[in-house]
Nanobody
Framework: VQLQASGGGLVQAGGSLRLSCAASVSMYRIVHMGWYRQAPGSQRELVARILTNGRTDYADSIRGRFTISIDNAKKVGYLQMDSLKREDTAIYFC???????????????WGPGTQVTVSS
C-alpha cells in the first residue's frame, strides 16, 4: 500500500495543524495507526497511536494537545495538533498496520514524512 501524508507546514507557536495519512489502495481496515516524529539529531519517537477498538496512547510531551483518529470508511488517519510548540518541530511519519481482507494477516507500512515547523 502507498501512504500519502499531508498537512505539514510552517505554523507559529500556539497554532494548529492537522496531519493526514491516506492509503492509496483498497483494504479491509486499518488495525493500528501510529504517528512518529524525528527531530534533527534525535531518534524517531512515538507521538500517538490508536487501535481499532478506539484505545489511544499519547507521548507525555503532547498529551492534551494532540488528538489521533482514524476514519476507517475513508481509510484515512489524522493527527490533530493544537497549541503547537517550537519543540514539536520535526518530520512526522505515519505508520499503519492494515488488513487487506477479513481475516487476512496484518501488514505494517510506513508513510513518507511530512515536515512540521513551529516558529516562535
Amino acid at each position: 500500500v502507498q501512504l500519502q501524508a499531508s498537512g505539514g507546514g510552517l505554523v507559529q507557536a500556539g497554532g494548529s495543524l492537522r496531519l493526514s495519512c491516506a492509503a492509496s489502495v483498497s483494504m479491509y481496515r486499518i488495525v493500528h495507526m501510529g504517528w512518529y516524529r524525528q527531530a534533527p539529531g534525535s531518534q524517531r519517537e512515538l507521538v500517538a497511536r490508536i487501535l481499532t477498538n478506539g484505545r489511544t496512547d499519547y507521548a507525555d510531551s503532547i498529551r492534551g494537545r494532540f488528538t489521533i483518529s482514524i476514519d476507517n470508511a475513508k481509510k484515512v488517519g489524522y493527527l490533530q495538533m493544537d497549541s503547537l510548540k517550537r519543540e514539536d518541530t520535526a518530520i512526522y511519519f505515519c505508520n499503519v498496520v492494515v488488513e487487506y481482507s477479513l481475516g487476512s494477516p496484518a501488514y505494517n507500512h510506513w508513510g513518507p514524512g511530512t515536515q512540521v515547523t513551529v516558529s516562535s
